[in-house]
């Protein structure tokens, strides 16, 4: 098992498409347990695997001791509209309101290769919302309106975190969230 750098905002297997996986196998677990720990190194509370520059489609969820993983996720249901506040792993120190399902129903295979289905509503359903936006290169500034865009991004920009290489080391001093 290994801490990974997480691709930054500009990396671009973040705006990546990610692949189906055909099954679980030993590759699957590796990657699993590395983003499990990547996730925990981080203080997050979800992690896609294009986060760590695998465009494949897992990932990872932890809030407190409901820790899951998603692979080959499916929204099944989704239902009502929910507005709270979201950052990412990906973009430190910009947070903004994004507009969500409140609750939904997924199915994925664990890292078993076994279908779940897994039942969700409030910041479960929000962060496993999220996760699914990464393996669809989507990231939680493609929901919000051009202009709070334009204004965030400028803000990224003169952060110190928009670095060539759009890499960060994660240290467990390091602190955000999804
Ligand atoms: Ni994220």
Redesign the pocket.
Known sequence: MAVLPIHLLGSPVLREQSATIDSADNNTRELVADLFETMDAAEGV?L?AN?VGIARRVAVVGLDDDRFVLINPVVLESDGKDTAEEG????PDIYADVTRCTSIVVEALDVDGKRQRIEADGLKARVIQ??ID?LDGL??LDRLSPFKRRVLTKRWKKSGNDTPNHLLDVTPASKTS?
């Open positions: 979800g896609a986060q990412c792993l990906s973009i999220h996760e990464h990231l939680f999804g």
